[in-house]
């Protein structure tokens, strides 16, 4: 089954990552509550190179791969090209500070964060590899 | 995503049907907008319909929750799936926000004291 998308830098296009990664992870035995979770983490990433390292340039594109690495861990890698960002570096603002300043973002990294086990921020060249990994249980 | 808003029994319920993600979310943002704009007191959310929610429409939400306490609002989510309830625990604003099972649970909640 295919584990590889490459979707051009446009929000509306989010559907179509979380479409993939649901029948992905479904198709693989892993419960609802435990993919819809992934589906959120991966979809809140895209969304944040999309918005802010590629400013929703269509031209611009994201690649999302998915692998079962062990017999218990999903892990995805999502990948660009440009300036990158170490998202496991990111400092997590309090949700009350967030609700005080009225902002609207900020807390999809905090998903990222909760949701999955493991976060790495790779480099090589002009291209950046986000990782991520969750341990499941696969039915 | 797909969003209508009625005035039902004194309560201004708005329900979103879809999904709210990043390329929807303003428009979630901009019909609670409107209803405080009206001057509603009484506001429920209807997600009975609602399939996904991601951190944009979380964010909006959040964002209100200043205003509708310092303007004496009330603000209630009810009929959220198991799977959308998950997204806001996962969070914690299941502990910030007014959410009800059933649409009578909201409207009580709402005219609560």
């Known amino acids: ?139 | 995503m797909h969003i209508s808003s009625v005035l039902e029994d004194g309560n201004y319920v708005i329900a979103v049907d879809g999904d709210v993600d990043a390329s929807s979310s303003i428009r979630l943002d901009e019909a609670i907008a409107q209803a405080i704009q009206e001057g509603q007191q009484h506001i429920l959310i209807d997600c009975e319909n609602l399939n996904y929610i991601s951190s944009a429409g979380l964010g909006v939400f959040m964002s209100y929750i200043e205003e509708l306490k310092t303007k004496n609002i009330r603000m209630v989510l009810f009929g959220l799936s198991e799977r959308v309830a998950n997204v806001f625990k996962v969070l914690g604003l299941d502990q910030l926000l007014n959410i009800k099972e059933t649409k009578d649970q909201a409207k009580q909640r709402a005219h609560e004291q």
């Open chain 1, 1 to 139: 089954m295919n584990n590889r998308l490459k979707i051009p830098c446009q929000k509306e296009k989010l559907r179509d990552v979380r479409s993939f990664v649901e029948n992905f992870l479904r198709q693989h035995g892993i419960s609802e509550i435990e993919a819809g979770e992934m589906v959120l983490a991966v979809d809140e990433v895209c969304a944040n190179l999309m918005i802010h390292s590629h400013q929703c340039n269509p031209k611009k594109h994201i690649g999302v791969q998915i692998n079962i690495t062990k017999a218990d861990e999903v892990q995805f890698e999502i990948s660009d090209y440009g300036v990158g960002f170490n998202f496991c570096r990111y400092k997590e603002p309090s949700l009350e500070d967030i609700i005080k300043e009225k902002k609207k973002g900020g807390v999809g990294l905090i998903l990222v964060r909760r949701i999955m086990d493991t976060m790495e921020f790779i480099r090589k060249a002009n291209r950046n590899v986000y990782r991520m990994a969750k341990k499941v249980e696969i039915s």
